[in-house]
């Protein structure tokens, strides 16, 4: 630890609690925490309770070893072994294969035969969503399962089967939902990793553009007040809980997971910290609202579905209209100069659109702060996350995952220019 | 005996894309498919990058030299004299003057250089509001040129919207493209 001396009376105040990061070839004490660290770690850094279940396991597990990605009849009897215990009668299943998309979760897809009490004989094309044994994120399939069934007449999203929250039945935690068709992108696109920075042609802008601004408005609007949100743990308004425990959640992984340190990070949690804006309105918040992360059909161009609920939280508003407007998820229109938000619609009018349909209103200085604390966590993230689960072969996405370090310095520079911009 | 990483990797990258990759392609494993893409785009970056590790390592130790010895100076001047930063900046000046210095010692010295400024950044939360605001800025603006050489460095992985807008890792590194 790093000691402060002082002459003439003055001292500079020492941080409570910091643990360096390590040279690259040591053993880091990262790699097997031990219960006192994570305890620590815990303590300083307070956050929503079910993300404080899934960190902990996180850091708990993480010196059980490398990962191995199950073979498809290992997990066929895995879905044969859940099934057994949530359909009542005869089922059968077929067309197993492991799907692609997301740097995160494994996505096994089958098709189920069954009995399902509400409509009789069935066949469901079904999605076994599932954590590798640490990723990107450390998120629950409890608070995905409960989200994407609360939003069921909300916008369009998977039909939810079944969780196995504990991971019972599969090898990791897991929620089976259904198979949405659909693409998250033009085929004459190519895009860049996880599906940022997709390419709209003008014609499908159109009609994507505003069922995009719609859906996030409905997503806002929504009252979760009588949903089973049981795992989310549900901000005042009038208190800043909300957006302590997003800083916490990034502060805490940056202890948990960091390769290296870097001063900004350290100095821009501590401005995050200072600037922190008040609760005015309890909006249900999708987490990682972009291109990507929504499915289309491209004959119709109607969104089919929503996805990848997992960084979802109940919040201020402006934290996803913030997410959306990152320089990272979109890019420019032919003009090579007007920026679209997730490749999407021009900015401005996302922002007008928005607020004319949801009615609620966007504080630019509220804009602002959740600009700074959203590339602030991508930096975490990619630059901590990313590089621990690489460095133990922790999931079936490490070469992805390796890549994603790439993202962490456009977002770095960016972090410094909206500090600079101001609201 | 030279050094063939370079020849190696991009036999390794010409494997993926013409031999293995077809086979792969038959397959219809979506998960195979995508990761052979990844794989042969992370090799090719670093066949890109080899050569350039040892300057940027070098580069950004000196711009932590820098920032370390702004904020010194800055303690300096409120009377406060942080001993452990001044031997950091210290031990991480003599590896640098050294060109024969091993990749491990400037990771070494530069590690601890980088924690120890981060320490201090950490408690600026609770610090006088002056210092805090000065070390503060300090911290910004160094950092924008090692963020700039790590925009650089990935440049291959084609991260950015305006790839155009990345800066050029030989300009920032010897100060002319090669």
């Given at each position: 630890m790093v000691e402060v001396q002082s002459i003439a009376g003055k001292?500079?105040?020492?941080?409570?609690?910091?643990?360096?990061?390590?040279?690259?070839?040591?053993?880091?004490?990262?790699?097997?925490?031990?219960?006192?660290?994570?305890?620590?770690?815990?303590?300083?850094?307070?956050?929503?309770?079910?993300?404080?279940?899934?960190?902990?396991?996180?850091?708990?597990?993480?010196?059980?070893?490398?990962?191995?990605?199950?073979?498809?009849?290992?997990?066929?009897?895995?879905?044969?072994?859940?099934?057994?215990?949530?359909?009542?009668?005869?089922?059968?299943?077929?067309?197993?294969?492991?799907?692609?998309?997301?740097?995160?979760?494994?996505?096994?897809?089958?098709?189920?035969?069954w009995n399902d009490p509400g409509r009789g004989e069935s066949s469901d094309d079904v999605v076994v969503r599932m954590e590798p044994a640490e990723s990107l994120n450390a998120t629950s399939r409890r608070r995905e399962f409960q989200i994407i069934r609360a939003m069921k007449d909300v916008v369009p999203v998977p039909k939810t089967f079944w969780m196995d929250p504990e991971g019972k039945w599969f090898p990791e935690p897991a929620i089976?939902?259904?198979?949405?068709?659909?693409?998250?992108?033009?085929?004459?696109?190519?895009?860049?990793?996880?599906?940022?920075?997709?390419?709209?042609?003008?014609?499908?802008?159109?009609?994507?553009?505003?069922?995009?601004?719609?859906?996030?408005?409905?997503?806002?609007?929504?009252?979760?007040?009588?949903?089973?949100?049981?795992?989310?743990?549900?901000?005042?308004?009038?208190?800043?809980?909300?957006?302590?425990?997003?800083?916490?959640?990034?502060?805490?992984?940056?202890?948990?997971?960091?390769?290296?340190?870097?001063?900004?990070?350290?100095?821009?949690?501590?401005?995050?910290?200072?600037?922190?804006?008040?609760?005015?309105?309890?909006?249900?918040?999708?987490?990682?609202?972009?291109?990507?992360?929504?499915?289309?059909?491209?004959?119709?161009?109607?969104?089919?579905?929503?996805?990848?609920?997992?960084?979802?939280?109940?919040?201020?508003?402006?934290?996803?209209?913030?997410?959306?407007?990152?320089?990272?998820?979109?890019?420019?229109?032919?003009?090579?100069?007007?920026?679209?938000?997730?490749?999407?619609?021009?900015?401005?009018?996302?922002l007008d659109d928005y607020q004319r349909i949801s009615g609620l209103f966007i504080d630019p200085k509220r804009l602002h702060y959740f600009r700074v604390l959203n590339t602030y966590q991508l930096v975490v993230s990619c630059l901590s996350s990313t590089y621990r689960v690489v460095r133990l072969g922790k999931s079936h996405q490490d070469i992805l995952l390796a890549i994603v370090e790439g993202a962490v310095y456009p977002n770095a520079s960016d972090l410094l220019k909206i500090l600079e911009e101001g609201c | 005996m030279g050094d063939r990483s370079i020849s190696g990797l991009k036999a390794c990258i010409a494997s993926l894309d013409k031999i293995i990759g077809p086979v792969v392609e038959k397959s219809g494993d979506t998960l195979a498919r995508e990761q052979l893409a990844l794989m042969s785009k992370y090799l090719s970056f670093l066949t890109e990058r080899l050569d350039y590790s040892r300057g940027r390592e070098r580069f950004e130790l000196h711009q932590y030299i820098v920032m370390g010895n702004e904020i010194l100076a800055i303690l300096g001047r409120a009377n406060i004299n942080h001993q452990e930063l001044a031997a950091s900046i210290e031990s991480a000046q003599t590896s640098l003057s050294k060109p024969e210095a091993a990749a491990e010692e400037l990771d070494r010295v530069g590690v601890s250089l980088r924690a120890t400024i981060s320490f201090i950044a950490r408690g600026l939360i609770q610090a006088e509001n002056k210092i805090r605001k000065e070390i503060e800025s300090v911290i910004h603006h160094r950092s924008k040129s090692i963020f700039e050489l790590r925009r650089a460095w990935f440049k291959p992985l084609a991260w950015e919207a305006d790839q155009n807008a990345v800066p050029d890792l030989e300009k920032l590194l010897y100060g002319t493209a090669r």
């Amino acid at each position: 630890m790093v000691e402060v001396q002082s002459i003439a009376g003055k001292i500079l105040p020492k941080p409570s609690l910091f643990y360096p990061a390590e040279i690259e070839n040591a053993k880091h004490w990262r790699d097997a925490p031990d219960d006192q660290r994570i305890e620590k770690i815990r303590q300083a850094f307070p956050v929503e309770d079910e993300f404080d279940l899934m960190l902990t396991r996180k850091m708990k597990r993480r010196s059980l070893g490398s990962y191995q990605l199950p073979t498809l009849s290992e997990m066929s009897g895995y879905v044969r072994s859940f099934l057994n215990d949530h359909v009542k009668g005869k089922y059968s299943i077929s067309n197993e294969a492991w799907l692609t998309g997301g740097a995160s979760k494994l996505q096994f897809g089958f098709t189920l035969h069954w009995n399902d009490p509400g409509r009789g004989e069935s066949s469901d094309d079904v999605v076994v969503r599932m954590e590798p044994a640490e990723s990107l994120n450390a998120t629950s399939r409890r608070r995905e399962f409960q989200i994407i069934r609360a939003m069921k007449d909300v916008v369009p999203v998977p039909k939810t089967f079944w969780m196995d929250p504990e991971g019972k039945w599969f090898p990791e935690p897991a929620i089976v939902y259904g198979f949405v068709k659909g693409t998250t992108k033009p085929s004459s696109d190519q895009q860049r990793v996880s599906g940022t920075g997709t390419k709209f042609p003008p014609e499908l802008r159109a009609i994507l553009g505003p069922q995009f601004t719609e859906h996030l408005a409905a997503i806002h609007t929504f009252d979760w007040s009588n949903a089973d949100l049981s795992a989310f743990n549900k901000p005042e308004v009038g208190t800043k809980d909300a957006s302590i425990w997003q800083l916490n959640r990034a502060r805490r992984v940056w202890e948990e997971d960091r390769s290296e340190d870097l001063p900004v990070v350290e100095y821009v949690a501590n401005w995050l910290e200072d600037n922190m804006p008040i609760l005015d309105h309890a909006s249900v918040l999708h987490g990682d609202y972009r291109s990507g992360n929504f499915l289309f059909d491209e004959a119709s161009s109607q969104i089919t579905g929503w996805l990848d609920w997992e960084r979802c939280y109940i919040g201020d508003r402006h934290r996803d209209l913030a997410w959306v407007t990152t320089s990272l998820f979109g890019n420019f229109a032919e003009d090579g100069k007007t920026p679209l938000v997730c490749g999407l619609v021009p900015e401005q009018q996302f922002l007008d659109d928005y607020q004319r349909i949801s009615g609620l209103f966007i504080d630019p200085k509220r804009l602002h702060y959740f600009r700074v604390l959203n590339t602030y966590q991508l930096v975490v993230s990619c630059l901590s996350s990313t590089y621990r689960v690489v460095r133990l072969g922790k999931s079936h996405q490490d070469i992805l995952l390796a890549i994603v370090e790439g993202a962490v310095y456009p977002n770095a520079s960016d972090l410094l220019k909206i500090l600079e911009e101001g609201c | 005996m030279g050094d063939r990483s370079i020849s190696g990797l991009k036999a390794c990258i010409a494997s993926l894309d013409k031999i293995i990759g077809p086979v792969v392609e038959k397959s219809g494993d979506t998960l195979a498919r995508e990761q052979l893409a990844l794989m042969s785009k992370y090799l090719s970056f670093l066949t890109e990058r080899l050569d350039y590790s040892r300057g940027r390592e070098r580069f950004e130790l000196h711009q932590y030299i820098v920032m370390g010895n702004e904020i010194l100076a800055i303690l300096g001047r409120a009377n406060i004299n942080h001993q452990e930063l001044a031997a950091s900046i210290e031990s991480a000046q003599t590896s640098l003057s050294k060109p024969e210095a091993a990749a491990e010692e400037l990771d070494r010295v530069g590690v601890s250089l980088r924690a120890t400024i981060s320490f201090i950044a950490r408690g600026l939360i609770q610090a006088e509001n002056k210092i805090r605001k000065e070390i503060e800025s300090v911290i910004h603006h160094r950092s924008k040129s090692i963020f700039e050489l790590r925009r650089a460095w990935f440049k291959p992985l084609a991260w950015e919207a305006d790839q155009n807008a990345v800066p050029d890792l030989e300009k920032l590194l010897y100060g002319t493209a090669r």
